[in-house]
T-cell receptor, first 111, second 110 residues
């Protein structure tokens, strides 16, 4: 079945370490997105990519980096510059219209 | 003021009750999404609608484009419906980016 795979589901890292979250899709979607969710808040856009080898900053890009070398993959790196990285991270992709598919998310805890 | 406002923020119901969750938005849109987020965090798309009404099982979604308002109804609610329900819109000015409401936490008690 087509869908989005995010891994790992839970991730623990020490403060000051970079960490990369994986997002893979087999839906042949061009557009992919990374969102962050904090308790009691709506999802906020970190980065998005509308085509391979191109990506744009979202509303809260500081402290994060991405790459889009392949259509099916859009990894997110949380760098040591991100001041408060503990959060739930969600990846999504979009078809050519308005249909979105979401992953199951990665919960990152920095200790 | 957020571009997407949901109400109520929290909702507790008894099994079998009819439930309504509301979403108002302040921007021009081409479509509106209703999403469901279970405790594990993963999100499932329930509906995408641009006019009128859609029904899937016990779930019904309606939208009034002129009034910039949408509702999600659950008939004969069940404890397994307990989840966070999120309204999301892609404002025309933002391309394909979604703007999300803060979500409605629904708890259905047996």
């Amino acid at each position: 079945d087509g869908g989005i795979t995010q891994s790992p589901k839970y991730l623990f890292r020490k403060e000051g370490q970079n960490v990369t979250l994986s997002c893979e899709q087999n839906l042949n979607h061009d557009a992919m997105y990374w969102y962050r969710q904090d308790p009691g808040q709506g999802l906020r856009l970190i980065y998005y990519s509308q085509i391979v080898n191109d990506f744009q900053k979202g509303d809260i890009a500081e402290g994060y980096s991405v790459s889009r070398e392949k259509k099916e993959s859009f990894p997110l790196t949380v760098t040591s510059a991100q001041k408060n990285p503990t959060a739930f991270y969600l990846c999504a992709s979009k078809d050519g219209g308005y249909g979105y598919t979401f992953g199951s998310g990665t919960r990152l805890t920095v200790v | 003021k957020n571009e997407v406002e949901q109400s109520p923020q929290n909702l507790t119901a008894q099994e079998g009750e009819f439930i309504t969750i509301n979403c108002s938005y302040s921007v021009g849109i081409s479509a509106l999404h209703w999403l469901q987020q279970h405790p594990g965090g993963g999100i499932v798309s329930l509906f995408m609608l641009s006019s009128g009404k859609k029904k899937h099982g016990r779930l019904i979604a309606t939208i009034n484009i002129q009034e910039k308002h949408s509702s999600l109804h659950i008939t004969a609610s069940h404890p397994r419906d307990s989840a966070v329900y999120i309204c999301a819109v892609p404002p025309r000015s933002s391309g394909s980016r979604l703007t999300f409401g803060e979500g409605t936490q629904l708890t259905v008690n047996p």
